[in-house]
Nanobody
Framework: QVQLAESGGGLVQAGGSLRLSCAAS????????MGWFRQAPGKEREFVAA????????YYAHSVKDRFTISRDNAKNTGYLQMNGLKPEDTAVYYC????????????????????WGQGTQVTVSS
């Protein structure tokens, strides 16, 4: 089973940028689809972005499209979420997730589709 660990969160002013990393260990990440989710206080966990095994097929939630970029470097066993144009409403704990996939070209947007999660990293955007 792969283990995931997020990093890169922090406090940033509105309009700023952060880059989150999701380091995998235990298994080769290339066999897994990846996703990013977030959870704000008092709210349910919501989908942010997902990417296929090879990284060719990304998908974004409407609220972050054109501001966030999901990517991965399978050689480094690491996934990334580049966040630009941050807004106060982006404040949340961000989680990366993974699920094994036999085929490339797929992504998953439901948290129920993922069986491996990181511990989360806090992102706070001040106005």
């Amino acid at each position: 089973q792969v283990q995931l660990a997020e990093s890169g969160g922090g406090l940033v002013q509105a309009g700023g940028s952060l880059r989150l990393s999701c380091a995998a260990s235990g298994r080769t990440l290339s066999g897994y689809c990846m996703g990013w989710f977030r959870q704000a206080p008092g709210k349910e966990r919501e989908f942010v972005a997902a990417i296929s095994r090879s990284g060719v097929v990304p998908y974004y939630a409407h609220s972050v499209k054109d501001r966030f970029t999901i990517s991965r470097d399978n050689a480094k066993n690491t996934g990334y979420l580049q966040m630009n144009g941050l807004k106060p409403e982006d404040t949340a704990v961000y989680y990366c997730a993974a699920r094994a996939s036999d085929s490339d070209g797929y992504y998953y947007i439901s948290s129920n589709d993922y069986d491996t999660w990181g511990q989360g990293t806090q992102v706070t955007v001040s106005s």
